[in-house]
């Protein structure tokens, strides 16, 4: 096989295609982390404790297809490479996926809406599995230059917060406008609409991307193996856990969110004017994480730095609301999510990093299988956090539709602020102790060159 450029810089299409990957990721989950929940109680009409059962149960199945989807996408040998072909096949799959799952039927019997739920939720998170972990994969496939990974990510990162900004803008008012005679006509054909976007941005970044890195041939390697070899990666065990805790603060308020202007606010259009105001604050906050990196040439302190500063504005949110403070509410908003913004860029950043020293501290390679797990740690934490606002809510006398008692609408206070706060500084001081600098990524990258020219890859 020709040989690649394992350190060839990128052209500036396709940084920006590599963006759009992570659009299409946000107009599929982040609508689905922010207002599928919200869709199934106070649309579909099916109960909080069903909502939380499947949350949990969900992760089961994430446990089992997370690995197989990534262990699969490392044997992949295609013209087009290992990653970039599942992006081609798997996203129209998907956009179709979530239009089903924001299809309701509330007419339907209790049992019929909790097997529909069930079945069309677990599909799309597989469709999404198939998509998600090739595609973070990528980053890694298309230099081994720790800066030019920095950059990428910054791409990924500085796109998806002006998604995420504009899905938060515009959603809350499309469903009203494309639902003004029905809920479940808006949601559905504003997931249409998404779907379609998925899609079209995944065929963008398969167009415009292409893989560099020579990945070693692949025997057959069980999951025993796979997961020793894991285990010898600390830099990656720490990446994995601050994933777990990022998924557990990142979605479990991401549900919360539109509880919280509906219900303790008292009108949903807040929540339009509060994504309003941290949209700019995102994009700015993840476009600061290379200049944050260069000064201190270590991906996971960075990473610390901004998750005590989320945690830190997020505690000082609890003291201010919409009605009675607005400026200092969303003032401290958009600098909540400037520091969360550079968070969220540097956290991703890491994972391909950790990749290399496995293979160097193993001998073993599985980029896939690694990123499978990053992906399975964000979704339990991910699940045990709606899960668990799920069932307090529903202990508590979550009604939907209807004015809430204190104890729900406290609930919901703190799920915005002051959970979330404390767990951000967790996620800090576990990634502080991360210690894979710029320099010794270097010189693991020049060790690998040498063990390569002696025995080639191919």
Same mark, same amino acid.
């Given at each position: 096989?020709? +040989?690649k ?7 500036l299409?396709s940084?920006i ?5 992570? &659009?299409?990721?946000?107009?599929s989950?982040?609508f689905?982390?922010?207002f599928?929940m ?7 009409g099916?109960?909080m /404790? ?7 149960f969900?992760?089961?199945?994430d ?6 989807v990534?262990g699969?996408?490392? #044997?992949?040998?295609?013209k ?16 179709v996926?979530?239009i089903?799952?924001?299809w ?8 019929s809406?909790?097997i529909?739920m069930?079945i069309?939720?677990?599909?799309? &998170?597989?469709?999404?599995t198939?998509?998600?972990? !090739? ?9 081994q ?11 990924r990162?500085v796109?998806a917060?002006v @998604? ?8 809350? !008012? ?6 003004s005679? +029905? @809920? ?7 997931a ?7 899609a079209?941005?995944?065929f963008?970044?398969?167009?415009k991307? #292409?893989?560099?890195?020579i990945m070693?041939?692949?025997?057959k ?9 894991v285990?010898q990666?600390?830099p990656?065990i720490l ?11 990142l979605?479990?308020?991401n549900?919360? &969110? ?9 009108n949903?259009?807040?929540?339009t ?7 700019? !604050?995102?994009?700015?906050?993840? /476009?600061c994480?290379?200049p944050?990196f ?5 991906k996971g ?5 901004f998750a005590?500063?989320t ?14 403070? !607005?400026?200092a509410f969303y ?10 913004s ?7 950043a ?9 293979e160097?501290?193993?001998g073993l ?13 964000n979704?339990i934490?991910? @699940? ?16 939907a539709?209807?004015?809430?008692n204190p104890a729900?609408?406290?609930i919901?206070?703190?799920s915005?602020?002051?959970?979330p ?6 996620t800090?001081?576990?990634l502080?102790?991360?210690r894979?600098? #710029?320099?010794?990524?270097?010189e693991?990258?020049e060790d690998? #060159?040498?063990?390569?020219?002696i025995?080639p890859?191919?």
């Amino acid at each position: 096989m020709e +040989s690649k450029n394992e350190n060839v810089k990128i052209p500036l299409i396709s940084k920006i295609a590599y963006g759009f990957g992570d &659009v299409g990721c946000n107009f599929s989950w982040m609508f689905v982390s922010n207002f599928l929940m919200i869709f199934y109680t106070d649309v579909f009409g099916i109960s909080m /404790a069903a909502v939380s059962a499947l949350m949990l149960f969900s992760r089961f199945w994430d446990a089992i297809n997370d690995p197989i989807v990534g262990g699969l996408t490392d #044997k992949t040998k295609t013209k087009w490479g290992r990653y970039r072909p599942w992006l081609l096949i798997a996203a129209p799959i998907t956009a179709v996926l979530l239009i089903m799952t924001f299809w309701a039927h509330p007419d339907w019997s209790d049992r019929s809406k909790v097997i529909y739920m069930v079945i069309t939720y677990c599909l799309l &998170v597989l469709g999404y599995t198939c998509v998600n972990i !090739p595609y973070g994969t990528l980053c890694g496939a298309m230099t081994q230059d720790i800066d030019e990974r920095a950059k990428i990510n910054t791409s990924r990162s500085v796109s998806a917060m002006v @998604a995420i900004g504009i899905i938060n803008i515009i959603t809350v !008012p499309l469903i009203g406008k494309l639902g003004s005679q +029905s @809920a479940k006509t808006g949601y559905l054909l504003v997931a249409i609409i998404y779907g379609c976007i998925f899609a079209a941005c995944h065929f963008f970044c398969f167009a415009k991307t #292409k893989e560099q890195v020579i990945m070693p041939e692949k025997d057959k390697i069980s999951i025993k193996v796979q997961l020793r070899a894991v285990m010898q990666n600390r830099p990656y065990i720490l990446a994995l856990i601050g994933q777990v805790l990022f998924g557990f603060t990142l979605y479990g308020r991401n549900a919360d &969110v539109l509880y919280y202007f509906t219900y303790v606010e008292g009108n949903a259009s807040y929540y339009t004017t509060y994504s309003m105001c941290i949209i700019i !604050p995102s994009i700015i906050g993840a /476009a600061c994480f290379q200049p944050v990196f260069r000064k201190l040439n270590n991906k996971g302190r960075t990473a610390s730095i901004f998750a005590l500063f989320t945690g830190i504005s997020m505690l000082c949110m609890f003291f201010f609301n919409v009605k009675e403070t !607005p400026a200092a509410f969303y003032t401290l908003a958009g600098i909540t999510q400037f520091f969360f913004s550079g968070f969220n860029t540097a956290i991703y950043a890491i994972i391909p990093d950790c990749v290399e020293y496995g293979e160097w501290k193993t001998g073993l390679r599985n980029d896939g299988f690694q990123y499978a797990f990053v992906s399975l740690g964000n979704k339990i934490g991910m @699940a045990i956090g709606t899960a668990l606002l799920a069932a307090l809510l529903g202990k508590y006398g979550y009604v939907a539709n209807q004015v809430q008692n204190p104890a729900v609408l406290s609930i919901m206070r703190h799920s915005f602020t002051t959970i979330p706060g404390v767990l951000w500084i967790v996620t800090a001081i576990v990634l502080f102790f991360y210690r894979l600098n #710029k320099k010794r990524y270097n010189e693991i990258v020049e060790d690998l #060159k040498k063990q390569d020219k002696i025995n080639p890859r191919y």
